[in-house]
């Protein structure tokens, strides 16, 4: 530390810089931690307070690029730049090896350490000034080992590459000719994204081949503000997660012996993501040798063929598809860090909003509205029977038939609005004599439909098998990684699942043909392959629908395999499949008039009934029982056309029943996971890979419930929508979020620009984000009663908004401070403090009121105290009911206590309330200090406390404030001996963390804490 004062101090002298030091936890294996402080440095003597074994990171201002390395056993980097914290990121913040920018004078010399400077030179550098060797204890090296420095200046080449920039191509990646990777001529290591796809690719292609997982994302936008700076060109600041650098090491120790690094991540946009940041954090590592040859391969299936198929055709990273990346988590980013922050302050207890996630829940709450004010009308329908006698059969024939036109005027759904109508057309029809008056005859080709993507597998898979979005994907991904089959392989099932294409390679197409046309014969196979167009707006199609892997391998042969939901998933996928390949199916279909003499009167009757089954035969194959409907529908509609084509025109017809039915018109229903999927690819919104993961956030935040499959909005949901809408337009608009899509979209195309998308967009957000970082909570409040006043104040009695309590004050809308959503206050607070209940809200649709017994109207007058003549109340608070002695008055609290432990709250009567206001009580001092010993209430019985230690008594101990001290001493020396044998859990006794005799016991978390924790943990000091 001495030799690192002296050369800071003198470093700090030869230049009129800023010197900042920064200090960076150690961690295990040299592995970085996160930044501790950041303060100017002025004096070399402050190094006496640096922690012992600290990394340290200077950085100095308003010098030019010039680069110092200093190469030592714990490979410390001595770096020059004219902006300190963006050089940190340029040089690698973050990673194993510690940066200090340092200021050297133009010769390249450093006075501040004596001994002997030695030349060498290093590859991507030039101009080598001097090198320099201290056998002193210099950066961690051993003492008597040697130092070696590099000082060269950084042409713009170099600065480019080193700074995050290897997704660009250089002018001799640009002329590279790429070779084939198989057959292996040397070692690779391959990297893909799972342990499960890095097992079965390893079966594949043997020991020339070293395959390692990432595990998803090595690193990501620290979850902090400030990780994306629009004021440093859209600057990013990564977090690596630690469990990354021990995957990266082990990528590190694989590459010491290898030629080739091949980077197979997922074929889409997040896998491109993937590899570029890999390459990335081996950069600046350097770990990765000039040799060493780095490739992109992408495969769409995890097949042996498609796996050395993808090897013969590398290639480098799409520097599109990584601006586009880029650029969607910087947007991402700057809404979810902007808004999310506003709306804690201004609607505390909801805690986040983002792009896609706003725009799935406007649409939710949309719906809402639209259901809250459509209004039913009533309309009726009538339904009749009609009979014939079969002259062949002892049985009638029975025709069911609907009222089609009336007084010879065509009916329309609302055309009967009353019971006096249909009571009045039944008269008519009643009386009056029918006959067959036409029978048309047509056929129909219905076509098969396309195959998957990623939106509507999701959507049958909710339909059909009752799967939530999140958990489809999450089997298919099982899938597609690779399952172990008997007696073979472990081998993927499926293509990749996140995909928007509707096409399957020739190869495939022509292998499903073969197979359908030996399964069920040759015209049931389509004469040529079946393509498909898109539908989807702004739909990539980078990669094929989802499909098996191999047709052959039937949903029959994998029983035993796979579990009961990963079959149902294949089965959809492979019946799917097989269809999209066949013939369309022939469907003929009847129609039948019946009228009486003038036709003023007409009743329909229709069927239909499939002569060609083409494409349904492979949802009617065995294969396919386990996701069948039920045929009995089908055996109906048969018998049907049967007796509908048997009738002929002029044919009398005899009236057997008629039926008046009541409706009233519905409200469009709320969306299901599955329909809200459907909409949200319609206008644009999100893509494949985020529709399961934007349903499921809107559930983790309470935004959005399920029940029955439905999506319901919750209260706080629909506050948050309304928030956005009223003062960010744009971030719930769904126009806009979809032409996002679009231009994001351009951005992997490499049609616009990604930083200035960027930079167009947050001129505009920003000046929202300021906006209404001016507005007012009481403003907030206003306009959230405003929007839904007429829901808030329905269940007041009769429709008053005068306040019950001081009958001078007004009702109005009040978010919560506490977060558990809103509540109808007095205007009137803090003088009065009276809190209405409504029946509208997430807390009444979740309980029942006649079920819940806790329904109290509080403040609740339980009656006075016989002792002082004061009020015993029961009240309300942020954390529960609880009962007090006397009422509010200012520089006064009263004496209260919790009823946390009755569930009955309605129940409590005066004599429990005063049962419960005796605590805490004293019970006596401790014989050995002397220290009082107080006996106090517990959520579960009651607890002890003597000075800093705590004991819980179970309630069945039945102690009360009349025990004698000395009934209490044994428990008091048990509880004693507990706290040293570590056994005591003290709850919220926070002098505890601040006492220094005490701080090395704390303990939270497995590690030392210094500050308030809600519980601690004492432990045995080591000395």
């Known amino acids: 530390m001495a030799y690192v004062r002296q050369f800071l101090s003198t470093a700090a002298a030869s230049t009129s810089c800023r010197l900042f030091v920064m200090f960076q936890k150690r961690t295990v294996q040299n592995q970085p931690g996160s930044c501790l402080w950041c303060s100017p440095f002025e004096s070399a003597d402050k190094l006496e307070y640096f922690p012992r074994k600290a990394r340290i990171r200077l950085a100095l201002s308003n010098i030019q690029p010039k680069v110092l390395r200093v190469k030592s056993e714990q490979k410390f980097h001595l770096l020059r730049s004219d902006a300190p914290f963006s050089a940190l990121r340029q040089f690698g913040y973050g990673s194993s090896n510690t940066a200090m920018l340092i200021n050297v004078s133009n010769s390249g010399l450093i006075s501040c350490l004596s001994s002997t400077f030695y030349v060498s030179s290093r590859r991507s550098f030039s101009q080598v000034t001097r090198v320099v060797s201290n056998r002193n204890n210099y950066g961690g090296a051993k003492k008597g080992g040697n130092v070696e420095v590099t000082v060269a200046s950084v042409d713009n080449k170099v600065s480019h590459r080193r700074q995050s920039h290897v997704i660009g191509k250089t002018k001799s990646q640009e002329q590279k000719t790429w070779q084939q990777l198989y057959p292996p001529t040397s070692k690779s290591v391959m990297i893909v994204e799972s342990a499960t796809k890095a097992k079965v690719i390893q079966g594949y292609l043997g020991n020339m081949f070293e395959v390692l997982p990432s595990y998803g994302h090595v690193r990501d936008l620290a979850a902090r503000s400030g990780s994306v700076r629009p004021d440093d060109d859209f600057s990013m600041v990564w977090e690596v997660p630690s469990t990354a650098w021990t995957h990266l090491k082990g990528i590190k120790v694989a590459l010491s012996g290898a030629e080739n690094l091949i980077l197979a991540s997922d074929p889409d946009r997040e896998g491109e993501a993937i590899a570029w940041h890999i390459i990335e954090m081996l950069q600046q590592q350097d770990a990765l040798r000039e040799d060493i040859n780095v490739a992109r391969v992408v495969f769409n299936e995890i097949t042996e063929s498609s796996i050395r198929s993808a090897l013969q055709t590398p290639r480098d990273i799409d520097a599109n598809l990584v601006h586009a990346y880029l650029a969607r988590r910087a947007l991402d980013y700057l809404i979810g860090f902007n808004i999310s922050p506003l709306l804690w302050r201004k609607l505390p207890g909801c805690p986040s ?129 690779g399952v172990q089959l008997l007696n073979d392989k472990a081998t993927g099932l499926i293509t990749y699942v996140r995909t928007d294409g509707l096409h399957i390679s020739d190869e495939a197409a022509k292998d499903v043909q073969s197979f359908i046309m030996e399964k069920y014969g040759e015209n049931f196979a389509s004469k040529s392959k079946r393509k498909y167009f898109k539908k989807v707006k702004n739909a990539q199609e980078a990669h094929e629908a989802i499909r098996p892997t191999d047709i052959r391998r039937l949903p029959s042969m994998l029983v035993g395999v796979l579990d009961e939901d990963s079959l149902k998933l294949y089965t959809l996928i492979w019946s799917r499949t097989m269809a999209c390949q066949m013939e369309p199916a022939i469907i003929e279909q009847i129609q039948l008039d019946i009228g009486n003499a003038d036709q003023s009167i007409v009743f329909q009757s229709t069927c239909s009934r499939v002569t060609f089954c083409g494409f349904q035969a492979a949802y009617e194959d065995s294969e396919t029982d386990r996701i069948r409907c039920d045929e009995d529908e089908q055996n109906f509609h048969s018998e049907m056309y049967e007796t509908l084509s048997n009738l002929k025109s002029r044919q009398p017809l005899c009236l057997s029943k008629v039926g008046l039915d009541q409706h009233y018109t519905q409200p469009q229903p709320r969306y299901s996971e599955g329909s809200l999927i459907r909409k949200l690819e319609e206008l644009g919104i999100g893509r494949p ?78 000046k929202y984000c300021e906006q209404t970082s001016n507005v007012r909570i009481h403003q907030v409040e206003k306009m959230l009663e405003k929007t839904f006043g007429d829901f808030l104040f329905a269940s007041l009695p009769s429709g008053s908004r005068t306040c019950a309590s001081c009958l001078e004050g007004t009702l109005i809308f009040k978010v919560s401070r506490f977060g558990s959503g809103y509540f109808i206050g007095c205007d009137q607070h803090p003088k009065c403090k009276y809190i209405a209940k409504t029946l509208y809200g997430e807390d009444d649709e979740q309980v029942d009121p006649e079920n819940n017994k806790n329904n109290v109207e509080e403040p609740k007058l339980l009656g006075l105290n016989p002792g002082s003549n004061e009020k015993v109340l029961l009240k309300k608070g942020p954390y529960g009911f609880y009962v007090q002695l006397g009422e509010d008055r200012k520089e006064y609290l009263p004496k209260r206590a919790s009823v946390s432990q009755i569930k009955d709250v309605d129940s409590i009567t005066l004599e429990v309330a005063l049962d419960l206001l005796r605590y805490p009580v004293t019970l006596g001092n401790h014989p050995d200090d002397d220290q009082p010993v107080v006996l106090k209430l517990a959520k579960v019985g009651f607890s002890i406390r003597h000075r800093r230690t705590i004991a819980s008594v179970p309630k069945a101990s039945d102690l009360t404030a009349s025990i004698d001290l000395s009934v209490l001493q044994e428990r008091l020396t048990n509880m004693i001996n507990m706290v040293d044998s570590n056994n005591i859990l003290v709850k919220e006794c926070v002098p505890l963390c601040y006492l220094d005799e005490c701080v090395r016991h704390c303990a939270f978390n497995s590690s030392n804490f210094g500050s308030k924790a809600k519980e601690i943990s004492l432990r045995i000091c080591s000395d």
Request: hydrophobic content about 35%; glycine content about 2%.
């Open 353 to 481: 909003a983002g792009r896609v996630q706003s725009a799935a829940l406007a649409l939710i709450c949309d719906r809402e509205k639209e259901i809250d004010e459509f209004k039913a009308q009533e309309y009726w329908t009538i339904e009749v029977e009609f009979h014939k006698k079969d002259p062949n059969s002892a049985n009638s024939i029975s025709l069911a038939s609907h009222l089609t036109h009336c007084d010879s005027r065509k009916l329309n759904q609302l055309s009967i609005s009353s019971f006096l109508e249909a009571k009045d057309i039944e008269r008519k029809i009643t009386t009056s004599k029918f006959e067959v008056i036409s029978s048309k005859t047509s056929k129909s080709r219905r076509n098969p439909p396309p195959p998957y993507i990623t939106s509507t597998l999701q959507q049958d898979a909710a339909n059909k098998l009752n799967f939530q979005a999140s958990y489809t994907m999450k089997v298919a991904q099982k899938l597609y990684e």
């Open 689 to 766: 890979s985020t529709y399961a993961t934007t349903i499921k956030v809107l559930k983790d935040r309470n935004y959005v419930t399920t029940r029955s499959r439905i999506l319901h909005p919750e209260f706080r949901g629909r506050m948050v929508s309304a928030f956005l809408s009223h003062y960010f337009s744009e971030v719930t608009d769904y126009s806009f979020t979809a032409d996002m899509e679009t231009e994001l979209d351009n951005v992997s195309a490499g049609l616009t620009e990604w930083k200035g998308l960027l930079k167009d967009y947050w001129t505009r957000f920003s």
